[in-house]
């Protein structure tokens, strides 16, 4: 079935570090792939996402890449701060909306 | 704020109680979806509603029964609920039902006692 494998579970990493989290997915129909942040006591905001016509996409310090042939994306966040320190999804569609299982980003200063 | 709201935001209840949970988005979105989120699980799809009707049922037990009165509001009536049904439970909603954006609420941390 529909897959979306996401690592690491846990990232920790130093202020002004870079942090990257993969995932790979299982259905080659899934043509949108967006990342979520969700910080505690809340529900996951919408952070960034990518479309199968775009190889990549930035945003100020986040950026995504994808790569279809191989269907792994991933997340790179960089000069990371404190208040990245959340749990981070990724998806994919296809029937549905099919999450990762999340990765828990800790940046200490 | 992305424009859903959940209430409440935290709930205890026994295992006879009935209790519902509620969901409004504020964006004219079409589709609005429930979500289940256990502790090392990825986000459990329940169920999901377009235009007021359900489109798909994850094979979800029948203690929850969802109720879509318009497509602004959402509800997850819970009755005779066990301790593993304990969770985060996320609302979202989505232009349409094929989205693919979508936009969570903050959910509603219920605790099955």
């Known amino acids: 079935g529909e897959n979306v494998e996401q690592h690491p579970s846990t990232l920790s990493v130093q202020e002004g570090d870079s942090a990257v989290i993969k995932c790979t997915y299982s259905?080659?129909?899934?043509?949108?792939f967006p990342w979520y942040k969700q910080e505690l006591g809340k529900g996951p905001q919408l952070i960034i996402d990518?479309?199968?016509?775009?190889g990549e996409k930035k945003d100020q310090r986040i950026a995504v890449t994808l790569n279809k042939t191989a269907k792994h994306f991933s997340l790179h966040i960089t000069e990371t701060q404190p208040e990245d320190s959340a749990v981070y999804f990724c998806?994919?569609?296809?029937?549905?909306?099919?999450f990762g299982k999340g990765t828990t980003l800790s940046v200490s200063s | 704020e992305t424009g859903v709201t959940q209430t409440p935001r935290h709930l205890v209840m026994g295992m006879t109680n009935k209790k519902s949970l509620k969901c409004e988005q504020h964006?004219?979105?079409?589709?609005m979806y429930w979500y289940k989120q256990s502790a090392k699980k990825p986000l459990e799809l329940m169920f999901v509603?377009?235009?007021?009707?359900?489109?798909e049922n994850n094979s979800v037990p029948s203690r929850f029964s969802p109720e879509c009165p318009n497509s602004s509001h959402l509800f997850l009536h819970l009755h005779t609920l066990q301790p593993e049904d304990s969770a985060l439970y996320l609302c979202?909603?989505?232009?349409?039902?094929?989205?693919?954006?979508?936009?969570f609420g903050p959910g509603t941390r219920l605790l099955v006692l």
């Open positions: 979202a909603s989505s232009q349409d039902s094929g989205g693919p954006t979508q936009y």
């Open positions: 259905d080659s129909a899934s043509n949108y």
């Open positions: 990518i479309r199968s016509n775009v």
């Open positions: 998806a994919a569609n296809g029937t549905a909306l099919i």
């Open positions: 964006l004219g979105h079409n589709a």
């Open positions: 509603y377009s235009l007021e009707e359900r489109v």
